[in-house]
């Protein structure tokens, strides 16, 4: 039976895993981590299975030509990121609400091919020169990488109109709350 999917997103370094983090850890509903598939090398603290499934370029390729996505993204220069329908399926198996933590792309991709059983909520930053912070005090990107990272989140904030909720993730215990309100709000 299809559950609800409850769609985060917002640029790198917004601060969406941490607040994803917090809500699956609340929250009393059903909910499950939508675990993405990426062909991108795995950071130290990651683990294969748990933070993403970590494919080879050509086996994401392979599985972009069998159909095996709900949806994909060439999120960064060469980086692949995609969303597997056996994975959201599993979890609805299993009787869960689905959580993504998604590029904004992908996040609107979802929600027109569910556009009543999902919410999008975008994650903002108090602006890019905090985001630059953040990811820089994160220390997991390359300077090269951040630098890709912060041009594209302009982009990406000036999609916000097309987002059911936006979350300022200014003060984190205060946007903590406000997407577990929302996501039970929504769940009710
Ligand atoms: P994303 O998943 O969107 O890339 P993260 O959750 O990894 O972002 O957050 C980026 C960095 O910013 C992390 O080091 C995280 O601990 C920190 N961070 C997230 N939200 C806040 C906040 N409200 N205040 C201060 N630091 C934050
Ligand atoms: P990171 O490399 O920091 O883990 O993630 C980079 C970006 O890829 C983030 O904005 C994240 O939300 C996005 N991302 C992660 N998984 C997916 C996915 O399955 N599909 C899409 N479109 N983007 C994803």
Redesign the pocket.
């Known amino acids: 039976m299809r559950k609800k999917l409850i769609i985060v997103s917002?640029?790198?370094?917004?601060?969406?895993?941490?607040?994803?983090?917090h809500l699956l850890s609340a929250c009393k509903s059903p909910l499950a981590f939508s675990i993405s598939a990426t062909s991108r090398q795995p950071r130290a603290n990651e683990t294969d299975g748990v933070d993403y499934y970590f494919l080879s370029p050509e086996l994401f390729q392979k599985k972009i030509a069998d159909g095996d996505f709900l949806e994909y993204e060439e999120v960064y220069n060469g980086s692949f990121y995609g969303t597997l329908k056996e994975e959201v399926q599993r979890l609805w198996n299993e009787g869960k609400n689905v959580v993504f933590?998604i590029d904004v792309a992908g996040a609107l991709t979802i929600k027109k091919q569910f556009p009543k059983e999902s919410i999008t909520i975008l994650?903002r930053p108090k602006d890019i020169e905090t985001l630059r912070e953040?990811?820089e005090?994160?220390a997991?990107d390359s300077s090269k990488s951040i630098e890709e990272?912060v041009s594209k989140a302009e982009y990406e904030l000036q999609q916000a109109p097309l987002f059911d909720s936006v979350i300022d993730?200014?003060?984190?215990e205060v946007?903590t709350n406000q997407l577990l309100e929302k996501v039970n709000s929504f769940l009710s």
């Open positions: 917002g640029p790198s370094g917004s601060g969406k895993t941490t607040l994803v983090k933590d994650i953040r990811l005090e994160r997991s990272r993730n200014d003060v984190l946007s």
